[in-house]
């Protein structure tokens, strides 16, 4: 990436639900243990939305937004685009990205929502990014948020991902900066859709990959073959750091944070093995939100940010892999 303008990310945020699903709840649900999750995901609880009673994703995504603004003192009105990373939209239309942007009082702004699971956060950043060092913009609102445990299945036969999956949303607020070094500096993007039977949620028979026999109870919940993903998901993770290190030109040691989509702690794990990374360099949040899809990756660099860990001019790889199959990176001089 090049030309004379730099991106500077001024404020981050996350809003979570108050409903909690602990392990110990979970075991109330179905066959299951507190000790049998933790050992194979990581996860203690994760946060769930009440669907029911109107918190939906674009109530999460709104005021994750609202907190952002503020930390970035800026207005809702001083926003040129909104984009929304989520798989799961309210309803078909309106986006999520047009009722924020209602909500939080923005001018005729662009909005619009992009779906690439969750992989999502990572992939909208890295257009937005894009998008301001084109001098199109000056001043993006991001935001990743899901509520996907209104597609779960809290019984036995939906136990594979019921024990993975809570709902969240975080965002960031991007703006040009005169520092051309600043943003993203190398990035990857990557997409197998012969992989999408392994993890799709299915509406009608139409949707069932030809692999699978049709079941109505599948309908509308997270279908996913968990050892096929786990074994996409740690290949992926580790190609995709190098190739990103290859492209910008540096080691492993010389990226100061390593930010990643939140799935398996065991996921997580490995890169951390295969790459050498210290333990501080790769925040580990899962055992208290779960996979919370697209928002998962700007709630742990909000609890980065806000913890004092990242500073300016370090080096911070975004990383995700998700449904579709979906995977990337984006690399960022802060």
Not at 19 to 44: A, F, H, P, Y
Not at 161 to 188: C, R, T, W, Y
Not at 212 to 222: G, S
Request: charged content about 25%; hydrophobic content about 40%.
């Amino acid at each position: 990436m090049g030309g004379q303008i730099g991106v500077e990310i001024i404020g981050t945020a996350m809003h979570l639900p108050e409903g909690k699903l602990t392990n110990q709840k979970l075991e109330e649900l179905m066959t299951t243990s507190d000790e049998w999750i933790v050992k194979r995901t990581g996860i203690n609880t994760r946060r769930q939305a009440d669907i029911a009673n109107g918190e939906t994703a674009s109530v999460l995504a709104t005021e994750a937004m609202r907190k952002a603004l503020v930390k970035a003192n800026i207005d809702a009105k001083e926003l040129d685009l909104l984009l929304v990373a989520t798989m799961t939209c309210d309803s078909p239309t309106p986006s999520v990205a047009c009722v924020v942007a209602r909500e939080l009082g923005c001018n005729d702004i662009g909005a619009m929502d992009i779906n690439a699971a969750c992989s999502g956060f990572l992939y909208t950043i890295s257009i937005a990014d894009a998008m301001i060092k084109s001098g199109s913009y000056k001043t993006i609102g991001v935001i990743g948020a899901d509520t996907i445990t209104r597609h779960i299945d809290y019984s036995d036969y939906g136990r594979g991902a019921a024990i993975l999956f809570g709902d969240g949303a975080g965002a960031v607020v991007l703006q040009a900066n005169e520092d051309p070094s600043k943003g993203m500096i190398a990035h990857k993007m990557h997409a197998d859709g012969n992989g999408a039977k392994h993890l799709f949620i299915p509406s009608c028979q139409l949707d069932f990959p030809p692999e699978a026999e049709f079941d109505e109870r599948k309908l509308d919940k997270v279908q996913m073959n968990g050892q096929a993903v786990f074994k996409f998901a740690v290949t992926k993770f580790q190609e995709v750091i190098a190739e990103t290190l290859e492209d910008a030109g540096i080691s492993a040691d010389e990226v100061d944070h390593f930010v990643c989509h939140q799935a398996n702690s065991r996921i997580l794990d490995s890169a951390r093995d295969r790459f050498g990374i210290p333990e501080e360099k790769l925040l580990v949040n899962i055992h208290k939100y779960g996979n919370t899809v697209a928002g998962s990756i700007p709630i742990v660099l909000d609890e980065l940010i806000e913890d004092g860990k990242i500073k300016p001019g370090q080096k911070v790889m975004f990383l995700a892999f998700g449904a579709g199959l979906t995977w990337g990176s984006s690399l960022w001089q802060f």
